[in-house]
């Protein structure tokens, strides 16, 4: 028989206690892997936070109490004061100590001070009953700020307490409002998730519906307009501390006025903004001339320049004072301190209720006006104390004349007539009586102070206030400053420029003399016409008029079109680019009131040829330019070639003065064309005006001489249906002085779509030339 096989004996089973540590080895590896991302987090904390972290730990070491300052001022030239801060101080406090929260908080403190040793052992119930017997002793003490405010601030009790219950009841109202829509939304998420309304789920609805309002992390003002002196005596009280007496016989100090914030809201003050200017009309035109003055109310005297302020600080302005910070190392060691050796703090930070530049003078020179703030740091552990007394905001003086600015201004306003649309005006465009928008420049010709500067329609303050948006849609603009920003034609007051540059780049001899045929090209008499070569004028001819071929003295007197034609021709584009960046052409002021347009030839990749330069040769064409470059030139040929840069700030440097390089004969020669326009009784094209009436001399201010040179520039412009349609801007450029003496000033005016430059804009400048005597410059 075969053996029978030998049983195996089972594999014996694995002890229970194995199972045992296998789960625990596993928990183990969980909580070692917890553990591991909690350290992780915790050295990924300690290298990128410690730092911050200990500066937050520093910060609570300090108490940081604000002064205010004031924005400094801007004055004209002669001193006055274009704007300034008018003070108003209201008294705040704190919203926790309205609520009661903060004499809670202290007889907390003080309670866990009391009972240090055994504080840990206290019962909930039993802490809470110590904190209520010392609860009066700060609520006592709060209740007897109530009193001392309103004695110091001259008003009520009551009302002091009737703005608190006001306040809570506000706050109280939105917190509700906010909570109950947060609840909600909550709980309509909730339900979308498919949660089931238990306890548990209501109760983390309320959780996320909770919120901490700003408003309860503010202060809140009871007292409003408190006089200065008030004002300056409570924000010393700020600091002032006061000792109550514990039960435990100690003494715990506290503010005299707890949670006391007195706010500074400063209103910005134009006190030129509004005024009122008597015209004289007796030397006007002829047909509106009267001996009756006119009163014409203005506002927003000189708001192009100065600019505005608007309350409150936006993104933009933080970021760009963090920049002025990082670029100008006086303005960052005059602004940051770091007393006791807290963090470096900015005085001139913003707070939210703080004035800010939004236009002009006071946006460019937004880190010189602004002030900074006094700051009193106290360190808590030790009671030291360092202040650090605010700086007021430095003034800005400028060039401007407040009272010619308001003169010209008010003679541009429509209502006085030398600003709207005329019969003599030759203006077959627009109707008559349109208002004509535009722009005025004077400049003293020794130092390059801008006088004036006026661009209309000017600027609304209130109206921008209140509705900012439609001063923004306004079809004519009233924001852009057409003095510096607006790009125009020259047109024929180009025409002296292009003789200076002729003959100093070889182009052109003086005395040389250029036939006017009335046209350009031979057997083309559709194109490149002299202005006289019109029906209206019989088809004439400066040959004709002035029975011989004119010269460069002669052709510039009569504005002969087919003399610079020529000229424009022979010097071609790179020659007259060079002659107008001569003249400033290209440049920016850098005046800070906005966008300025530096003036161009051509376009960006535009090829210009022989005919460009024929039109530039009369101020046509690709070329354009501002009221400003017109009158800084004819500046430059008053002084024979020197350039001295417009300047409209007084800040104590000298002024950027350059050469021109231009021929000084061929400016002496321009000036005398100039002379012959605004003086020739026969041919002098601005010398006067013909009514049906008579002649009638359009420059008739006593014991002053006048020389200039007018333009009419064609644009092409788009009517309300899209089409193109040809108006004329006006344009009259002329240096002014004292009889038999210089020119002392250069004086601008451009009217847009104004028709004949002789013919509007040389009344207008007229008055001007008045408007200087009157001021005593003249």
């Keep these: 028989m075969p053996r029978p096989k030998r049983k195996q004996p089972d594999p014996p089973k694995a002890p229970r206690v194995s199972m045992f540590f296998r789960r625990l080895l596993l928990i183990a590896l969980a909580l070692s892997v917890g553990a591991g991302v909690l350290l992780a987090k915790s050295v990924r904390m300690g290298t990128t936070n410690h730092e911050q972290s200990l500066a937050e730990a520093r910060d609570r070491l300090y108490r940081v109490t604000w002064t205010p300052s004031v924005r400094g001022r801007i004055l004209d030239r002669k001193g006055r004061v274009l704007a300034r801060d008018r003070a108003s101080y209201s008294v705040g406090v704190?919203?926790?100590?309205?609520?009661?929260?903060?004499?809670?908080?202290?007889?907390?403190?003080?309670?866990?001070?009391?009972?240090?040793?055994?504080?840990?052992?206290?019962?909930?119930?039993?802490?809470?009953?110590?904190?209520?017997?010392?609860?009066?002793?700060?609520?006592?003490?709060?209740?007897?700020?109530?009193?001392?405010?309103?004695?110091?601030?001259?008003?009520?009790?009551?009302?002091?307490?009737e703005r608190a219950g006001?306040?809570?009841?506000?706050?109280d109202r939105l917190r509700g409002s906010i909570e109950a829509r947060r609840r909600r939304n909550a709980m309509i998420d909730a339900v979308a998730r498919g949660r089931q309304q238990t306890t548990e789920m209501l109760a983390e609805v309320d959780q996320r519906a909770e919120v901490e309002l700003l408003e309860e992390r503010q202060s809140h003002v009871l007292v409003e307009e408190v006089p200065d002196e008030v004002a300056f005596e409570l924000i010393r009280l700020t600091a002032a501390r006061t000792l109550l007496l514990r039960p435990d016989?100690?003494?715990?100090?506290?503010?005299?006025?707890p949670g006391l914030d007195i706010q500074r809201s400063a209103d910005r003050i134009y006190p030129f903004d509004q005024m009122t200017v008597e015209v004289d009309r007796s030397a006007y035109p002829l047909p509106i001339r009267t001996d009756e003055p006119l009163t014409v109310p203005l506002t927003g005297v000189a708001a192009h320049t100065m600019g505005w302020v608007r309350p409150g600080a936006h993104s933009e302005d933080l970021e760009r004072r963090a920049a002025a910070l990082e670029s100008d190392s006086r303005l960052r060691e005059a602004s940051m301190t770091r007393a006791?050796?807290?963090?470096?703090?900015?005085?001139?930070?913003?707070?939210?209720?703080?004035?800010?530049?939004?236009?002009?003078?006071?946006?460019?020179?937004?880190?010189?006006?602004?002030?900074?703030?006094?700051?009193?740091?106290?360190?808590?552990?030790?009671?030291?104390?360092?202040?650090?007394?605010?700086?007021v905001g430095r003034d800005v003086q400028l060039t401007l004349d407040i009272m010619l600015q308001a003169r010209v201004r008010a003679l541009m306003e429509p209502g006085t007539g030398l600003a709207t649309v005329q019969p003599w005006?030759?203006?077959?465009?627009?109707?008559?009586?349109?208002?004509?928008?535009?722009?005025?420049?004077?400049?003293?010709?020794?130092?390059?102070?801008?006088?004036?500067?006026?661009?209309?329609?000017?600027?609304?303050?209130?109206?921008?206030?209140?509705?900012?948006?439609?001063?923004?849609?306004?079809?004519?603009?009233?924001?852009?400053?057409?003095?510096?920003?607006?790009?125009?034609?020259?047109?024929?007051?180009?025409?002296?420029?292009?003789?200076?540059?002729?003959?100093?780049?070889?182009?052109?001899?003086?005395?040389?003399?250029?036939?006017?045929?009335?046209?350009?090209?031979?057997?083309?008499?559709?194109?490149?016409?002299?202005?006289?070569?019109?029906?209206?004028?019989?088809?004439?001819?400066h040959d004709a008029v002035l029975g011989e071929e004119p010269n460069d003295v002669q052709a510039l007197g009569?504005?002969?079109?087919?003399?610079?034609?020529?000229?424009?021709?022979?010097?071609?584009?790179?020659?007259?680019?060079?002659?107008?960046?001569?003249?400033?052409?290209?440049?920016?002021?850098g005046f800070g009131v906005g966008f300025e347009h530096d003036g161009r030839i051509g376009a960006p990749g535009m090829n210009l040829g022989t005919s460009d330069a024929i039109l530039m040769g009369i101020g046509q064409g690709p070329v354009d330019w501002t009221p400003m470059?017109?009158?800084?030139?004819?500046s430059t040929l008053a002084r024979l070639g020197v350039r001295i840069k417009p300047r409209l700030i007084v800040d104590g440097s000298p002024p950027e003065v350059s050469d021109a390089g231009i021929d000084r004969l061929a400016i002496t020669h321009a000036l005398q064309g100039l002379e012959r326009v605004t003086n020739d009784e026969q041919h002098g094209t601005a010398y006067a005006i013909r009514f049906p009436s008579g002649?009638?001399?359009?420059?008739?201010?006593?014991?002053?001489?006048?020389?200039?040179?007018?333009?009419?520039?064609?644009?092409?412009?788009?009517?309300?249906?899209?089409?193109?349609?040809?108006?004329?801007?006006?344009?009259?450029?002329?240096?002014?002085?004292?009889?038999?003496?210089?020119?002392?000033?250069?004086?601008?005016?451009?009217?847009?779509?104004?028709?004949?430059?002789?013919?509007?804009?040389g009344g207008l400048l007229n008055q001007i030339v008045r408007a200087l005597r009157i001021e005593g410059y003249l």
Excluded at 565 to 585: H, N, P, Q, S
Aim: net charge neutral.
């Design 558 to 589: 009569v504005s002969c079109n087919i003399f610079f034609y020529t000229l424009g021709r022979r010097m071609g584009v790179e020659t007259l680019d060079k002659t107008y960046r001569a003249f400033g052409l290209g440049d920016r002021f």
């Design 340 to 391: 006791l050796g807290a963090r470096e703090i900015d005085r001139g930070r913003y707070r939210p209720a703080d004035s800010v530049g939004r236009g002009g003078i006071e946006y460019a020179h937004e880190n010189v006006l602004r002030g900074l703030r006094g700051v009193s740091i106290e360190r808590l552990d030790t009671g030291l104390r360092e202040t650090v007394m605010p700086d």
């Design 249 to 257: 016989g100690e003494y715990v100090e506290v503010p005299t006025f």
């Design 629 to 634: 470059h017109a009158a800084s030139a004819y």
């Design 695 to 761: 002649r009638d001399p359009i420059f008739n201010t006593p014991g002053t001489k006048v020389l200039g040179k007018t333009g009419t520039a064609t644009v092409e412009l788009r009517d309300d249906a899209g089409n193109a349609i040809e108006r004329d801007h006006a344009w009259m450029v002329a240096l002014a002085g004292p009889e038999n003496s210089v020119p002392t000033h250069a004086i601008c005016v451009l009217l847009e779509q104004g028709g004949s430059g002789g013919r509007a804009a």
């Design 94 to 161: 704190e919203f926790g100590v309205l609520t009661g929260d903060w004499a809670r908080k202290q007889a907390r403190a003080s309670a866990r001070a009391m009972h240090r040793d055994a504080w840990g052992l206290l019962s909930p119930a039993e802490r809470d009953r110590l904190i209520a017997k010392l609860l009066p002793m700060f609520e006592d003490h709060v209740e007897r700020q109530w009193s001392a405010l309103a004695d110091r601030t001259g008003t009520t009790e009551e009302a002091i307490r």
């Design 425 to 541: 005006h030759n203006n077959d465009g627009l109707k008559l009586g349109t208002p004509l928008q535009g722009a005025a420049v004077v400049i003293d010709v020794a130092t390059g102070d801008v006088l004036a500067m006026v661009s209309t329609p000017s600027i609304d303050r209130v109206a921008l206030t209140q509705d900012p948006q439609a001063v923004l849609d306004d079809p004519d603009r009233p924001l852009f400053n057409r003095a510096t920003g607006a790009a125009y034609a020259p047109g024929s007051i180009a025409k002296a420029l292009v003789l200076c540059g002729a003959v100093t780049y070889g182009n052109y001899k003086l005395g040389e003399r250029i036939s006017c045929q009335g046209h350009l090209i031979p057997g083309r008499n559709d194109i490149y016409r002299c202005w006289i070569y019109r029906d209206r004028f019989g088809f004439a001819t």
């Design 166 to 171: 006001r306040t809570l009841d506000r706050v």
